[in-house]
């Protein structure tokens, strides 16, 4: 299996403010949506992702806090990452 981190993939900036971006620059791993989870695991939001860089624009309701980012596609395991969240 290749590896889950590199540059082929990064969810940034983190901590973000109102905007995070996805950036997908691996051919042979192409997620289709990112999902976004509160701190204890509640889904929150979700959002297709492409190949190259996706604007994730956070929704106005989610508070300061930590989050978890995952990236899923049928074919691939699931990327898990960490993100913090500033008013």
Do not use: C, W
């Not at 997620?31 to 701190?39: E, H, L, N, V």
């Amino acid at each position: 299996p290749l590896p889950l981190h590199g540059p082929a993939l990064s969810v940034f900036p983190n901590p973000a403010i109102d905007i995070f971006y996805v950036l997908l620059t691996d051919p042979e791993r192409q997620y289709a949506i990112a999902k976004i989870y509160d701190s204890l695991g509640r889904f929150v939001f979700s959002q297709a992702v492409y190949y190259g860089q996706n604007q994730i624009d956070i929704p106005m309701n989610l508070s300061a806090g930590l989050y978890t980012v995952t990236l899923e596609a049928a074919n691939l395991e699931r990327y898990i990452k960490k993100l913090i969240l500033l008013d």
